[in-house]
């Protein structure tokens, strides 16, 4: 524990903000974690009881960047899991692995994050639909781990994703739907 005010984030934002400002980009991506507890009078609150503070905080940051940018996007949130999936992965049955989507994806913070960037300007991108594509959210795919730790997801299994989250970004499905023509042979002229 700090014992102190801990003013380094607020430092750092000023600093962004101040470069945003002075080179006024195409695109600003803002990302943000609820797991924060806010200190108010020595009581630490956690994200959940003050959602609709968060909310406003929310807002007010992607409503000012939309002043110096020309698009802004809030990353959504990706999965919390309540697990380290490294140990989960040393188990032989590796599927006994992957968390249920509704446990690790918060829906409530979800929606704060579509209200915030709704009220503020700005576009959502959220990869939950290609980390958990089910009911489950699995830690390797074909072979890749996909999260490294209980909340972030290894640069390998980005690497991955990075074409559908490109297609996400420009407004188109992020796998390109199956031509039901292509798996039909040309057929001889009768």
Request: proline share 7%; hydrophobic share 35%.
């Amino acid at each position: 524990m700090l014992r102190r005010v801990y003013d380094e984030c607020e430092d750092w934002r000023k600093k962004v903000k101040k470069r945003i400002r002075k080179t006024t980009p195409a695109v600003v991506f803002v990302g943000s974690s609820r797991d924060y507890e806010l200190w108010d009078n020595g009581r630490a609150w956690q994200t959940r009881e003050v959602y609709p503070y968060w909310q406003g905080q929310l807002t007010e940051l992607v409503e000012d960047l939309g002043t110096k940018a020309e698009r802004v996007v809030l990353l959504a949130e990706t999965p919390f899991l309540n697990f380290d999936p490294i140990d989960c992965l040393a188990d032989k049955n590796v599927s006994s692995c992957d968390p249920p989507t509704r446990l690790v994806v918060d829906g409530d913070y979800a929606a704060l994050e579509a209200d915030a960037a709704d009220a503020g300007g700005a576009a959502v991108l959220s990869v939950n639909e290609l980390l958990c594509p089910g009911r489950s959210c699995p830690v390797v795919v074909d072979g890749t781990v996909v999260f490294r730790d209980k909340h972030h997801v290894t640069a390998s299994y980005m690497e991955r994703l990075s074409k559908p989250i490109g297609n996400l970004l420009e407004g188109r499905a992020p796998y390109p739907s199956p031509d039901p023509s292509a798996d039909v042979e040309a057929q001889p002229a009768s």
